[in-house]
């Protein structure tokens, strides 16, 4: 996963991208090759673009969604190409923003933790090229991290993203990120229908702020 500055449309941006990858030893039995990437405004990290293409099993499709605000709405224009080569499109528009599963990682990251207490939830509307979800983010508390690469220990903000289908409720990522005004991502738990992903911090630069989560 990687967070950098872009522009779009003549516009400077944050471009975020993740790439995950399972088992070569499990190639044979589940093959997983995704490739994430969402663009957002600077100014108040609003969604712009969204593209997913995931190669899951015997499985390739392709999301993408395009965000306009017009008159203070929300709309998407939403495009899949299925796993049979077959091109969907649909718009739908909302009242509030939605997010999809890269900008509610910036999102998560500009929040003030100072006065959330252990188990406080905050609504996360999510879309793919498919369907809206029911989806929040609920405040784990607080926990230390210790990353291996750098051997460096950071008092962490934990998070966990729900999504509640089908009646029943699932936690799709746990994050930790440095309990600080910057808000580093250390780790990221994903589980996954056919079992989980992990991702760890592996370097960081560009830090606006002092490092006070650290510790020493």
Known sequence: MQTTQSTYEGKPVYKAS??????NKLDNVFMMRDTLLSLCSK???APLYFRKGAREGKRYYVDELWYTYPRSNCHLKMHRITDEGEHKWQEKEYASCIYDMMSIFLRARNFD???????DIVALPISDAKRLSNSWMEFRGRDTFKVSSTKEKFRCLVFSFY??????????????????QNHIPVRLDMFLSFGSAKAFLKSY???????TSKIN
């Not at 993740?18 to 088992?23: A, H, P």
């Not at 630069?205 to 490092?211: A, F, M, N």
């Open 113 to 119: 933790a100072s006065k959330m207490k252990k188990g």
């Open 205 to 211: 630069e560009g830090v606006r702020s002092e490092l």
């Open 163 to 180: 999504e509640h289908e089908n009646g029943k409720t699932h936690e799709l990522i746990r994050f930790f990120v440095t309990d600080d």
């Open 18 to 23: 993740l790439i995950t990858r399972g088992n």
């Open 43 to 45: 100014d108040d990290l």
